[in-house]
């Protein structure tokens, strides 16, 4: 077994608000949905256990790109999206931060009964990894958020998130059933963080002295260390910079949303009629769906489809965002009736934006494209936390009083 990746991030306290919560359901929905659509249960589960594609996710649902909030959020609106319809997608989200993550066994023996999986298996396959990831590995980060997915097959990836209260950082595991052999050996496919010196690793290849000691303490075999395979690294800092950015494949989006002539292109692809802004984050939803590995090397690139609701790098563009799920949401229900076309066409502007990059090789100017977001973001709805909640003005005609919010 393997742990696909590991990611560190700046701590972030606060909430997600409410009008960007609902929306985080609707888009990680449709998103879960078009994955499993043209490629399966397997391969969202494989995605998620992926820490550059969950970090892209999160920037594409307009989170901080950067901030540990990403994987409690994106878990949390995967579950409240996906769930619902579980028993027709075939896939389960459980757990989830303090309580919910307490939870988990119930979960999985719920859901045991109604599939016929092995229940017990399954919690134990739960507990293992939380205890390799708090205990196994002294990297001085505590669990708390454990989220376990599991399809109706058997197959399952654990995304669980630790926190370091001296260093403000989090770090947050991905694991794959597909990759692990061994929960002893090297069992995770990765852990993201940023290097903070040496640690205590009793589940690497390389402590077997160590283990072979406890083993005669303890009568109980340590399990050996993690490959960490991937490693993402976020950096404690809320502004978004060009370097954080791969600027051709972003300048390929761009090319796409505002050249005339690509624009009417991508318009047709997609059998939409589409304004540039929503075509900027279509393409990158597109990519989140359709993209390889190789992809989301810089995951800070998404937060160009709807921002971030700290305001880095621009404030949620609500108006885009709602477009942008609507797209999602009618091609899905086409499908459903065999209609194709619409659900096809993003995957057909992936391929598009892929030809323009390969072709054109377009650079983006960050900045210009920052501050294009700033002068468009009023008339887009742009909002952010920082934002003050409407007023309600009290207007008095005669005996009635109206109230304009």
């Not at 076309?341 to 210009?368: S, T």
Request: charged share 25%; proline share 5%.
């Amino acid at each position: 077994m393997r742990r696909s990746g590991t990611a560190d991030l700046p701590l972030h306290g606060g909430r997600v608000p409410a009008w960007l919560a609902a929306r985080m359901t609707r888009l990680g929905a449709a998103i879960g949905e078009s994955i499993i659509y043209h490629y399966g249960r397997s391969a969202l589960l494989s995605r998620l256990s992926d820490p550059f594609w969950f970090q892209a996710l999160g920037a594409v649902m307009g989170m901080d790109w950067h901030s540990s909030g990403i994987t409690t959020s994106v878990l949390g609106a995967l579950k409240r999206g996906l769930n619902p319809r579980s028993h027709e997608l075939g896939v389960y989200f459980c757990g989830g931060r303090g309580r919910h993550s307490r939870n988990t066994p119930n979960e999985l023996r719920a859901i045991a009964e109604r599939t016929g999986l092995d229940g017990d298996a399954l919690v134990r396959t739960s507990r293992l990894t939380a205890r390799v990831d708090n205990n196994a590995v002294a990297d001085g980060f505590q669990i708390y958020l454990h989220g376990f997915i599991v399809s109706e097959q058997g197959d399952w990836a654990v995304v669980q998130q630790g926190l370091n209260p001296l260093s403000r950082l989090a770090r947050r595991y991905h694991w794959h059933s597909a990759t692990v052999r061994d929960f002893t050996c090297e069992p995770h496919t990765a852990i993201v963080g940023q290097p903070a010196g040496p640690i205590q690793n009793l589940v690497d290849h390389r402590a077997k002295p160590a283990q072979d000691a406890l083993l005669a303490i303890a009568h109980a075999g340590p399990e050996r260390a993690l490959n960490e395979a991937r490693r993402l690294v976020m950096p404690n800092r809320h502004q978004l910079r060009s370097n954080d950015v791969d600027l051709k494949r972003l300048g390929s989006v761009l090319a796409v949303a505002y050249d005339r002539e690509l624009r009417d292109f991508a318009s047709l692809l997609l059998v939409e009629q589409l304004g540039p802004r929503t075509l900027q984050s279509l393409a990158l939803i597109a990519e989140v769906v359709h993209g390889t590995p190789t992809r989301f090397a810089d995951p800070a690139r998404f937060s160009f489809a709807h921002g971030g609701k700290d305001r880095h790098p621009f404030p949620v563009p609500l108006k885009t965002y709602d477009d942008s799920v609507g797209v999602l949401r009618r091609g899905l229900e086409a499908a459903r009736v065999g209609d194709t076309e619409k659900i096809e066409g993003l995957a057909r502007l992936d391929r598009f934006v892929r030809a323009v990059e390969a072709r054109r090789a377009p650079e983006a100017d960050f900045d210009a494209a920052l501050r294009h977001e700033e002068r468009i973001s009023a008339s887009l709805n742009g909002r952010s936390v920082f934002d003050a909640p409407p007023r309600r003005r009290r207007q008095a005609v005669g005996q009635l009083a109206l109230w304009d919010v």
